[in-house]
């Protein structure tokens, strides 16, 4: 593991050897909130290791020493030499006021003076011999004298064997313990980009309570000014253009920056694996690598994935990949199982880049994934899909996938065919999908992947018999008018066939007499209603759900109608038969 590199030299073949032993140990991750300690003798390298460890865990890092000497204004040297009490003093004082969920390297006394403080906090033994220590210590003479009274060489021997001692009293765990814990997740980490304008300790709150791993502060959109001490999350700082403060940088859990421990590169245009291969030949070893590129072409929408595995087979398990780009979310969530980092969008109102997911839809399926491969995804093709419930229904991993509507969706349904066992289909491509796929009917709302190719199948067919059950149920009538003549409609003729009941479809441009009686309302929120549209003693089902049913239902009362919510109703109906068929999906 790259952390043993920036320990003694003298310990780090045995550490590896010992971290490559017990590697398969099942060793659960470091609890979210609880400060890292890195302690231990002087010289040991703690300072050295912290930006790593605090990379590795998305934390902040803090060095006590140096936060020391920022609030005294002062040199720790002569601080010392001139008040010992005083600095031990300060010591336990900022110390106790760091932020919890950071990763801090303290003094080489503070475990040994100070294990009182380090009972709620794990604190991490960073080894050291006996040998490089004294060689450290005699080497660097910037460091202020303990016992000045002695020798150098005594004074080491005395402090070795005191702290020696009290090192072995306190409940401290191994770096081994460490480096096993912090080993790459399960999933890519989540981060979330902080939008230009916006108060970062907010929107770092409401991200952090949502989720997310980290918080991205892009040079490029966030005033230089910010202050970003109290920002809930860890942060990382992404230098475009701009160099980052420094105080931005001492924040960072990860610096994305040409000198960072995360470098990108945004290709303005499609590029081919060989040429990307090219590109990150000789990054360091301890150096996360971060690569966007344009979809490009749908046709040739593997490359990127190809790309993925060839820089992993290359550079190991530090590598994400990402498309950008209006249709790059599916393959964007594709990517994201095997990424080091899963860049997302907080809400639908604002995005770092064109094809980002939503950070919610990235923590469900995270949480809910039967983990059995991205071959195994399921999603829902719409636009709008801001109000669906699909994706909580249905089983994990399930992507929104919002398209822009004049997608041509023969191309991107056989780009997605590798990746995607079924989608469900809603507005306005349930008859764009029923064209690309040669379905035997006018709309369809479910797809399933089979060997040949995708099967079509329109499960609003149950909803729609559903909602017409109920609704000639409570009007006492089984004639029944719907308004509009778009995807669902047809469902509604297949349901009414099947039920005995007679439907009159009234499109918009010929409304003009009052409506009365059971009635279905079909068309989507966003639309508005026909001007000579009125209700009398009309009883009007309402086929859509949340935000966009409460809408719709206003307007028909307003129209003179009553409003019947059978939304839930239909949902639930033609949901249970789209599970049925996806699991009989290849």
Known sequence: MDLFRHLDPRLRDGLAAEFGRR?????????RGVTVV???????????VLPFVAAALNRPAIDLDVELERR????LRSWFEADVASFRAAEREVFASLPAGAVVAVGGGFLSLHADLLRDRLTVLVPVTW???AERLTADTSRPRLRPELSLQQELEVIWAEREAKHQQAKTVSFVDLALAIRRPSRARRVVTLPPRVDAVSFATKAMERGADLLEVRTDLTSLEVDLDAVPLPVLIAERGLRAPESWRRRAAVLDANDGSLRSHHAPTPMSTSEVLAHWAGTPPDVQVKHVEPLGSLRDASRLLETKAALRNVLGDRVTVLATGPLALPFRAVLAESNTLDYLALDATWSAAPGQRLLDDAVRSSRHARHDGSTQRLGILGSPLGHSRSPRLHVQPFDRIELPPEVDMGPLLAALRPHYRGFAVTNPFKKAVARSTNANRDAVNTLVREETGWSSANTDREGAAATLS????????????????????GALREA???LGVTLTVVQRASIGDVIQGAVVWTWPASVDAPAALRFEHALVAVIAYGAPARTIAARVQQLGGTPLRLGPRWFIAQARRQRAL???ST
Do not use: I, M, N
């Open 72 to 75: 005294a204004g002062r040199s």
């Open 131 to 133: 040998e490089t220590f």
């Open 582 to 584: 996806w699991e009989s």
């Open 470 to 489: 109920a609704l000639t149920q409570r009007a006492g009538t089984r004639l029944v008018t719907v308004l509009g003549d778009g995807g669902v409609t």
């Open 496 to 498: 009414a066939e099947q």
């Open 23 to 31: 590697a398969s140990e099942q060793t659960e991750g470091l609890p």
């Open 38 to 48: 890195l302690a231990g003798h002087r010289g040991a390298g703690k300072s050295t």
